[in-house]
């Protein structure tokens, strides 16, 4: 399942590559974090977990971001 833009929740996800999760910290100038996954099901896990929920911001990413 592809994710589109509409479905995400966090405000710092920037983009989907296989495998892979751009994020991006607004505030830091444009600083762009990568979340690596074993394979594109792990990927989505994460996406359904943290980045098209409310719980985004139990996201280590988002974290660090939003301390900033």
């Known amino acids: 399942m592809e994710y589109i833009e509409g479905n995400i929740k966090c405000p710092y996800f920037e983009y989907v590559k296989p495998c892979k999760i751009k ?11 990568c979340l690596e996954f074993k394979n594109n099901q ?15 911001r139990g996201c280590a990413v988002a974290e660090i971001i939003a301390k900033k």
Not at 23 to 33: L, Y
């Open 42 to 56: 792990k990927r989505n896990e994460y996406i359904d977990d943290f980045c098209a929920c409310g719980c985004w």
């Open 23 to 33: 994020c991006e910290a607004p505030n830091d100038d444009g600083k762009i974090f």
